[in-house]
Nanobody, 124 residues
């Protein structure tokens, strides 16, 4: 069983930065991908970014590419999402997720494990 715990959410003004962390406990595999999804009020949950534990390959949604950076610390079983140039439309609850990963760094299927989420609010 894997448990994911997010931290680092908060409120920031447009143009600012935040870093989210996701700590994974339990057994992980190099074939896993771990990443972030977000859900804004009244909208469906959407993919943000992911990284493959073993290779470090990364994959981003087009809306965050160039502004967000995902990285991992295998020794600490922790994944980070550095968010820069934040926009009000980035406001959402951000969820950490883990599941089988593809060579590209994306998820092969819908993730098997989810965290509880952390709120990110960007004001204009």
């Amino acid at each position: 069983q894997v448990q994911l715990e997010e931290s680092g959410g908060g409120s920031v003004q447009a143009g600012g930065s935040l870093r989210l962390s996701c700590s994974a406990s339990g057994r992980t595999f190099s074939s896993h991908a771990i990443g972030w999804f977000r859900q804004a009020p009244g909208k469906e949950r959407e993919f943000v970014a992911s990284i493959k534990w073993g290779s470090g390959a990364t994959y981003y949604d087009g809306s965050v590419k160039g502004r967000f950076t995902i990285s991992r610390d295998n020794a600490e079983n922790t994944v980070y999402l550095q968010m820069s140039s934040l926009k009000p439309e980035d406001t959402a609850v951000y969820y950490c997720a883990m599941g089988e990963g593809a060579d590209s760094g994306s998820f092969s299927y819908s993730p098997d494990y989810w965290g509880q989420g952390t709120q990110v609010t960007v004001s204009s």
